[in-house]
């Protein structure tokens, strides 16, 4: 299995992904002594729609470094043009994404910013915050999402200053799934695609309790990965379908 995991690891792939997504996973690894590592998974969405996880890193603590490191490995392996990478905001990966994929937008996953400003505000507050946030990422366009967003803003400022500031600062990042076709919109501003396969994967992990090796981390992922990858193989990601014209006009405008 070693020899099928380094030459998957080595095959080669697709010119154009419309998505990139980037998620990690914690797990307690055995290296003579036992310490939580990151498990680095990059999940790509081609033209067509269909979804792939393109590749995963076991160890190490995460950082923007490694993850500039995996692009850089997808990129020589033929994945040269990206529409868009979606992840969250882990300090210095949009500069990283950048590096590799100038021409890609970035997508700040609403859903973990959103839990992020949540868990800072009174709990009575949760709730109505929760929805007033709603009605900026589910807007129909940018214009009346900047427009939620003011109200927003002049609503909670006074009270949560600094977590309503952080908003302003983001908004670009976080309303870029706007610029997108409509169909796609829900898949996009979020890490969920990827949230499924970081569920199973940490299910899988968990009766191990701690990973007796790199090699075992490697052995699961990899099979977890295999399943998804054949299940997803047949079954385009929703809404992909109607936005393939749209999608392949924003590849050769960037790209051509």
């Keep these: 299995m070693k020899e099928d995991i380094e030459k998957w690891h080595a095959r080669p792939l697709h010119q154009r992904y419309s998505v990139l997504y980037l998620d990690g996973l914690y797990v307690k690894l055995r290296r ?57 905001g882990l300090p210095g990966l949009e500069e990283a994404f950048k590096a590799v994929y100038p021409k890609a937008d970035v997508q700040r996953c609403v859903v973990h910013k959103v839990r992020n400003t949540l868990s800072r505000v009174r709990k009575k507050d949760q709730f109505e915050m929760a929805e007033d946030l709603k009605l900026i990422y589910r807007s129909p366009n940018k214009e009346i999402a900047l427009e939620m967003f003011q109200q927003f803003q002049s609503k909670w400022s006074h009270k949560y200053p600094r977590e309503v500031q952080s908003w302003a600062n983001e908004l670009d990042v976080l309303l870029t799934f706007m610029d997108y076709p409509s169909s796609i919109r829900s898949v996009i501003y979020t890490t969920n695609a990827i ?62």
């Design 32 to 88: 003579d002594t036992v310490e939580k590592e990151v498990i680095y998974v990059v999940l790509g969405v081609n033209e067509e729609g269909y979804r792939e996880i393109l590749d995963f890193f076991v160890g190490g603590q995460e950082s923007a470094y490694v993850w500039q490191e995996i692009l850089q490995q997808l990129y020589q392996r033929g994945v040269k043009e990206v529409l868009l990478g979606v992840f969250d």
């Design 195 to 256: 949230e499924r396969t970081i569920k199973e994967i940490r299910k899988r992990l968990k009766p191990m309790n701690s990973l007796s090796s790199l090699e075992a981390a490697e052995k699961v992922v990899y099979l977890t990965v295999q399943d998804f990858n054949e299940k997803w193989a047949e079954r385009k990601l929703r809404g992909f379908a109607e936005a393939q014209e749209a999608l392949e006009r924003m590849f050769e405008e960037r790209y051509h």
